[in-house]
């Protein structure tokens, strides 16, 4: 059984979904009293690059991770990003697993600000932790609004995903206007709210392009599909996460 992870809005390519986050991050690997649940490990990526992995000691999963470095370059003052296995529907990390979270610049010093697991423990920079609680809030609304006003009501037969792709292609053009504030919390909320709504996008694209292939299985992919769209939304919702999940494409 073939299984997808969603697209990452801001960091195409990776399963990460990165933000910039508004509390400071000492100078150090692991946030205080992290050791002996997390290890950071030097790793090294594709084309033999250098850069650091998070390794999960604890025996729950780790479902969320977030990092941030602090550099001395005033352009580019910090690097900060999260993997959040709810905000991306995927498997999160058994005890013994390693997360990648990259290379900081040269310069740069930092580490683990947050982390989450599935037993509901968490650890970390309380300002971090909240934005990632915030975050997912603010996922589930997309989802919960594309539920009920592009997709559910429309599941008929004739649903017609390229109407559910261009209504949402509308919602997003709201979040690319340029964004006026000082307040760093809103502005990372938009780019949650953002990077869920071009998610959903390529959701259905995926779904519009296998259903194609397939047109007999139709309709129990499109059941499948919904129950994996009302799966996400319920992860996005939970302080913890759900121990099975529904993957649309059979085949």
Avoid at 5 to 33: C, E, I, M, N
Avoid at 75 to 100: C, F, L, M, V
């Amino acid at each position: 059984m073939a299984t997808v992870t969603r697209l990452s809005y801001v960091v195409p390519g990776t399963l990460l979904l990165a933000f910039l986050f508004a509390a400071k991050a000492p100078a150090q690997d692991l946030w205080r009293g992290m050791d002996g649940y997390l290890k950071v490990i030097p790793t090294k990526y594709q084309n033999n690059v250098e850069g650091a992995g998070v390794t999960n000691l604890y025996n729950s999963a780790l479902v969320a991770l977030t990092w941030e470095y602090r550099c001395a370059d005033h352009e580019h003052p910090r690097q900060a990003g999260t993997a959040d296995a709810a905000a991306n529907y995927s498997i999160p990390w058994e005890q013994g697993k390693t997360i990648e979270i990259g290379r900081p610049r040269a310069g740069c010093s930092g580490g683990v600000t947050g982390a989450i697991w599935a037993d509901g423990r968490e650890l970390g920079d309380p300002a971090v932790l909240r934005q990632v609680h915030d975050c997912r809030t603010v996922q589930q609304e997309e989802v919960h609004l594309a539920l009920e006003g592009e997709i559910l009501q429309n599941q008929v037969p004739q649903w017609n995903p390229a109407k559910s792709i261009a209504a949402l292609k509308e919602h997003h053009k709201e979040f690319e206007q340029i964004m006026y504030t000082d307040d760093a919390n809103a502005v990372a909320m938009r780019g949650c709210r953002a990077g869920e709504v071009y998610g959903l996008m390529m959701d259905i694209e995926d779904f519009q392009k296998n259903a194609s292939k397939y047109p007999d299985k139709c309709a129990q992919q499109r059941t499948l599909f919904l129950q994996y769209l009302r799966e996400m939304e319920q992860a996005l919702g939970s302080l913890t996460y759900p121990t099975t999940r529904t993957w649309w494409r059979q085949f």
